[in-house]
């Protein structure tokens, strides 16, 4: 049974660079699990659009960080959010005495002038005035180009103040979460207008593999819903495919698996199927071996959540990642986190620094120059 609480959402459009905002997300809940505890979670708003995590989501979480930007104010998505989350605020705003409005933090991910900012939307955040010390240098590259150019830039300056800032932003959180904003009740989102925006969000869903179904009006036959999200499964009916590809991860980096599916999927030859660790109820070796049971090819996608996930005994990562058992494992690592000692001697591991076409080809090649399938090596699609 998943324990995991949810402390926090965070609003934002994919438009805005996915990789980026999952990441400063899952630094976020990172920040918050070391400060609250282990069963600390967060929602990251549009994973496949906004809609299907609305409801699980915007209108129960307690706190809400919005990051705006000039697409965040265009996305129609993000205007439903913020309605929702406004309607929530002011019901109880009524009833109490509590600052109900510090259930919703506002941040800078990229600077939009005040007068192009939608009427009611409060000013951002201004936390670097909780900061001694902090460098004109760093201070004034955030002001210029908002969170995602201080993630990006490689100055010492720029990572002390990020890093700062989580720390002030989980703070925040927790203290924020303790108002205990109520969940939205008695009517359903979708009856709101949204606060702003005039489209909704360019999402890229992945393509089928072949021989998959796609149902069109909720689960059915090739669906399967987990935790609000849909994905394909096996309708037994896969015609032969000269090669398959599955992808091992752990829930918090799922933009990263939505990612690499869509970047391989783009090889017509590939079947991929994105195969998540279920760390309340297997052990690193069984959710692994589920993997290679949906393809003859792994991509592992290395991470700190990963590292962290399922408390895994110290060999067991020896036992999984190293030696000629481990010769169709693919360990592709997204952050810059230690591996596990075991796991640094002699595993060959791809760093990715981001997500522009030299980092998907990087990807692709790596699962091409492992060569065809083996018959009979770890089942997979090869059977």
Known sequence: MDRSVNYFYTSCTRGDGWPSLSRFHADLEYRLKAQEGLWVAGVLGPQTGSGPVLES????????????????????????????????????????????????????????????RPLDTPEPWPFLADLDGVGTEAGDLYERRGLSGLMQSQLPEAVDLYVALLGLLAHRIARARGIGLEPLEGIRPWSLHPAFGT?????????????????HTGPGPGLREDNG????????????????????????DQPWADWMQEVLEEDTDAAVHQVRWRTELEPLSEAVQRAREQGSRVVVVFSRSYFTAGAPDPYQWEEVFVGPDAADLIPVQIDAEPRPLLVRRGVPVVQLTGSDEGQAQLLRDMVHDLGPAVPGQHGGDTR
Not at 200 to 215: D, F, I, N
Not at 229 to 250: C, K, M, N, W
């Open 199 to 215: 489209r909704h969000s360019a999402v890229r869903r992945p393509a089928p593999a072949p021989g998959l179904a796609v149902a």
């Open 57 to 116: 989501g915007v209108t129960q979480v307690g706190v809400m960080v919005a990051l705006y930007s000039p697409e965040y104010f265009r996305d129609r998505d993000c205007g439903l959010e913020w309605a929702v989350f406004r309607h929530r605020i002011r019901g109880q705003e009524y009833r109490t005495d509590l600052p109900v409005a510090d259930c919703l933090i506002p941040l800078v991910w990229k600077p939009v002038p005040r007068r192009e």
């Open 229 to 252: 999200y849909l994905h394909f499964t096996d309708t037994g009916h896969r015609p032969p495919e000269l090669r398959s590809v599955a992808i091992s991860y752990v829930g918090a």
